[in-house]
């Protein structure tokens, strides 16, 4: 004969028979407001599971014999152009996981690539065989101490203490070496996980209002679980107070806002399980406080809860069972709890009386939305404006992060996203075609940066270096914004115009008036540039590595970059021209702050001298020697060794190996020469070998040692130099001497040997015949274009009838070409001259 199950506090969960009804009613409301509801299995297994057997009928009612939600129990909140539908109840305490995609956390987590879930799975393993060499460690020397204490009569003393020790020394290397492996895992990972993606779940190929993760076996699911909850652990110990006490002492008191997610976890067995939870959007801290109060871990929530932790007393004691089924879980919570709370001698301590008040909490659950694709990015949202405006201490870099979403958003919710990026990337060749939702992902490191190939120009390959590149150009123009140029002065006072971009910038980030922009704000939006920019790379150095880049005319009058794209600002700084090479050295800084050994740092040592802290080096200072290099003519310097630098930098981020040596060896990092090998950096993918004179790599890695000792700090200062000579050459001219007879040119340096100019000349040649080939390529394809608009126009005006153009208008327009075509003959004969000439040179 059954027993009856013990009532209390606690709640049971309502019936199959009732998560059906809930899901008709959800079904119903969304359709009746024009919005898309979440997967049915979503509603019965995830939301039916975590609700009471009366919390139900309250939230149910039967309108004209169809079953809708109650309207007290349901309200539609509206976030820009999407709207999301949220229903209002009290849910079991137990039934909701924290959200691993936290903003609080965002700086913890990587851009995730296949690569860097590979690496997880191997560091899980190396865990496990940490694990296993220490215990093995310990044993050994457990029985080392047994053999050393036993009586030194005995004549195999001697042979099985050596054996003891043999063995002791061999499992402490193999421990070493455990470590050390697991230790280059967490660094070529950049210490951190790559972000879980999560997509809108789809039912019969359409997208609901509802999150999936992507597939993953049972140990990645529960190490990243486990990594997410100690992280948001670790980010709330910076409150003032107690949470899981407070929580115990006075109960939730406010509502948190969840929604349905589901994972795909592949077993051990292979068999696929898709488990489908509530996580919390909001109130993440609470919700992992409450599964420490009821004794629970995250992992257990989400990937299956193991059998003896909610055991029943006609249980057989299996550790290996998992219990999938949340309805089941969650009753024999409930059933465990409510039985200690019936009894007397219950202890004040135990979970059945500390989480008494946390037997049901509010909550509001999302249950359908406008628009499934973006919801994702609109719970976001929701989650970062309810943190900026709390008082819980926010660490510094996830909040210029979010920061940076808010200004992203009022772009787009000012419809000004596709203008400012339109702007940006003249040469785009699709920039009105923008996926805004993927824009949007990309730019705030949300999702892959795909998206953003519609800004690139038509000749210009889609690579991931060309799409960071992109995507660190978009950034840099959201948060420096250029504004229009000032009207020539009459006299009079005006009122500068700053365009449509800067009023978002100032609304977003609070700024002054954009005549009171000063050094601190400045300061500012060069943190909040160079924290967004370091959600793109793996390897993330302190954001404080930027300061100085931008100057107070940057925040003002805007950043003013180089509209020209990396390949041919490569082949113009090949072929000689020393502004295409400041330009790449600009599109290089991000690279060369996020790498595994950070080659530009904040402004560190001391400015009285190098005694005590070492040689002063501003990030502004960095920049400045290599882009003054391209100049220099150093003895040790070279434009191929310069130019296989900037590639191997701006590729570093996609390295998948770790770089080898050219004879095969394991290269060692440039400063590290005189170290040893056991106290060495590991070599990780992502590194850069030193390039030769000649471009070829070498054995060394590149580091800050290296960059220092190549680009020094003094390098820099020749640009002040070389326009004091310049000054002074132009002044000895203006005065009537003689400038001729100086053995110097005109900025102050030794007249170049006309032998290397000759070789310089040589080697540049062959990029500025592929750049005037691509000249004449994108003269062609626009010639061809013209053309076939022409003749669309004139079948048109046939098939209709119309009357001709304008006889002036035609006269302006042939005017115009021939003018063009007459230029184009004069270069084809230049080509011609050129072709003679190249069997001279």
């Given amino acids: ?279 919390a959007v909001t109130a993440n801290n609470r919700a992992l406080a409450r599964l420490d109060v009821f004794g629970l871990r995250p992992e257990h929530i989400v990937t299956g809860m193991p059998r003896t932790l909610v055991a029943l007393p006609s249980d057989k004691h299996d550790p290996s069972v998992r219990l999938l089924n949340q309805r089941e879980v969650l009753n024999r919570i409930s059933h465990r709890l409510n039985e200690a709370d019936a009894n007397e001698e219950t202890e004040p301590e135990h979970t059945a009386r500390r989480a008494a008040k946390l037997a049901t909490v509010p909550m509001e659950i999302v249950v359908g939305c406008s628009k499934p694709a973006a919801l994702e990015h609109v719970l976001r949202g929701l989650n970062v404006n309810d943190h900026l405006r709390g008082i819980q201490p926010y660490e510094e870099g996830a909040r210029l992060v979010a920061l940076f979403a808010t200004l992203v958003d009022a772009y787009a919710r000012d419809d000004q996203l596709v203008a400012l990026l339109g702007e940006t990337f003249p040469e785009a060749q699709g920039a009105d075609l923008l996926d805004l939702d993927g824009v949007r992902n990309a730019l705030t490191a949300n999702g892959p940066l795909d998206p953003l190939a519609a800004l690139l120009p038509a000749d210009e390959k889609v690579s991931p270096v060309t799409l960071r590149d992109i ?54 939006r060069t943190r909040l540039w160079s924290a967004a920019v370091a959600q793109l790379f793996l390897h993330r150095a302190n954001h404080l590595s930027a300061l100085g880049l931008f100057t107070v005319t940057d925040a003002k009058e805007g950043s003013n970059q180089d509209p020209r794209p990396l390949k041919e600002l490569f082949l113009r700084a090949e072929a000689g021209e020393p502004t295409a090479w400041a330009a790449l050295v600009r599109r290089m800084v991000p690279a060369l702050i996020h790498a595994p050994q950070p080659l530009v740092t904040p402004g560190q040592g001391s400015e009285a001298g190098a005694g005590r802290k070492g040689v002063r080096r501003s990030p502004t200072n960095a920049v400045a020697a290599l882009t003054m290099a391209y100049r220099a003519g150093a003895e040790n310097l070279s434009r191929v060794l310069l130019l296989a630098f900037a590639r191997s930098v701006l590729g570093h981020p996609d390295s998948v190996l770790a770089p080898q040596a050219p004879d095969g060896g394991k290269p060692i990092c440039y400063g590290e020469r005189e170290v040893g090998e056991d106290q060495r950096s590991p070599i990780v993918p992502g590194m850069i070998l030193v390039p030769g004179i000649d471009g070829a790599p070498t054995g060394l890695v590149a580091d800050k040692a290296w960059f220092d000792d190549m680009f020094p700090p003094d390098l820099a200062q020749s640009t002040n130099s070389g326009n004091d000579a310049n000054t002074t050459a132009e002044g000895t001219a203006a005065s009537g001497g003689s400038a001729g007879t100086t053995l110097t040119t005109a900025n102050g340096q030794a007249p170049e040997d006309p032998r290397d100019r000759l070789a310089g000349l040589r080697q540049e040649m062959a990029a500025r015949i592929e750049l005037v080939e691509g000249g004449y390529q994108r003269a062609g394809a626009a010639a061809r274009e013209l053309m076939a608009g022409f003749k669309e126009a004139i079948d048109l005006r046939t098939q209709l009838g119309e009357e001709p153009l304008p006889a002036d208008q035609r006269i302006q327009w042939m005017e115009r070409l021939t003018a063009l075509r007459e230029a184009t003959e004069g270069s084809a004969a230049e080509l011609a001259d050129a072709e003679t000439l190249i069997l001279k040179m």
């Fill in 1 to 279: 004969m059954a027993s009856k199950r013990p009532t209390g506090i606690y709640s049971y969960i309502g019936t199959q028979p009732w998560a059906e009804h809930l899901a008709d009613a959800v079904e119903n409301t969304c359709e009746e407001q024009g919005l898309v509801p979440p997967p049915r299995a979503a509603v019965t297994e995830g939301l039916a599971t975590s609700l009471g057997d009366t919390e139900i009928k309250k939230l149910v009612r039967t309108t004209r014999g169809k079953k809708i939600l109650n309207p007290t129990a349901s309200r539609v909140v509206e976030s820009g152009n999407d709207r999301v539908l949220l229903l209002i109840c009290d849910v079991h305490g137990a039934a909701v996981a924290p959200w691993d995609l936290n903003d609080r956390t965002v700086g913890t987590w990587s851009p995730p690539s296949p690569e860097a879930i590979k690496r997880v799975a191997d560091l899980i393993a190396a865990e496990t065989a940490l694990d296993a060499a220490e215990k093995a460690r310990k044993t050994a020397e457990k029985e080392r101490e047994t053999r050393r204490r036993a009586p030194s009569g005995d004549p195999h003393y001697a042979t099985a203490l050596a054996a003891a020790e043999t063995k002791l020394a061999n499992a402490a290397r193999q421990s070493r070496e455990a470590d050390s492996h697991r230790t280059v895992l967490l660094t070529a990972l950049g210490n951190r996980r790559p972000r879980p993606v999560v997509r809108a779940a789809e039912e019969n190929g359409e997208p609901m209002a509802a999150l999936t993760l992507a597939e993953q076996t049972y140990e990645q699911a529960v190490h990243i679980q486990r990594y997410a909850a100690d992280q948001l652990q670790r980010f709330g110990k910076g409150r003032g107070y107690d949470l899981a006490e407070s929580l115990v002492a006075a109960g939730q008191l406010s509502r948190g806002m969840s929604v349905l997610q589901q994972w795909r976890i592949r077993n051990a067995d292979g068999t696929l399980s898709e488990l489908w939870r509530m996580v």
């Fill in 471 to 524: 995507a660190v150009r978009a950034i840099t123009a959201l948060v420096f914004p250029d504004i229009p140029p000032a009207r020539p002065g009459n006299g009079k006072r005006q009122v500068r115009d700053t365009g449509a971009f800067w009023p978002i910038v100032r609304a977003s980030l609070q700024e002054p008036a954009w005549s009171q922009t000063k050094a601190p704000n400045a300061e500012t």
